[in-house]
């Protein structure tokens, strides 16, 4: 059974970093997206930061030069650094995996959240 576990959301200072950690268990075939999107209240959510099926990665102009995500393909974990964190930041953080299966169905999964917020 395919899971994404987020962690290391919570409270932050303004301009301050905070990591975002997701660990996939399962088994992905055919990743086309792999990534982090995120939803204010009220609003719809929207990507961040993703890789491609090449493996490169896209970040909202949002948040250019201040995201970095990376994978450790040991651990099986997707990461988000992010820095200099601004109001605007405040949402929740989802990890998202999509792509095809090996009997060519479309997958989508998301994890359940973890939540971030400007301590200001």
């Known amino acids: 059974q395919v899971q994404l576990v987020e962690s290391g959301g919570g409270l932050v200072q303004p301009g301050g970093p905070l990591s975002l950690s997701c660990a996939a268990s399962?088994?992905?075939?055919?990743?086309?997206?792999l990534g982090w999107y995120r939803r204010a209240p009220g609003k719809l959510r929207e990507m961040v930061a993703t890789?491609?099926?090449?493996?490169?990665?896209s970040y909202a102009d949002a948040v250019k030069g201040r995201f970095a995500i990376e994978t450790d393909n040991a651990k099986n974990t997707i990461s988000l650094q992010m820095n200099s964190l601004q109001p605007d930041d405040t949402d929740v953080y989802y990890c998202?995996?999509?792509?095809?299966?090996?009997?060519?169905?479309?997958?989508?999964?998301w994890g359940q959240g973890t939540q971030v917020t400007d301590s200001s």
């Open positions: 399962g088994t992905f075939f055919s990743i086309h997206v």
């Open positions: 998202h995996a999509a792509g095809v299966s090996g009997s060519n169905v479309g997958y989508s999964y």
């Open positions: 890789f491609n099926v090449a493996g490169s990665p």
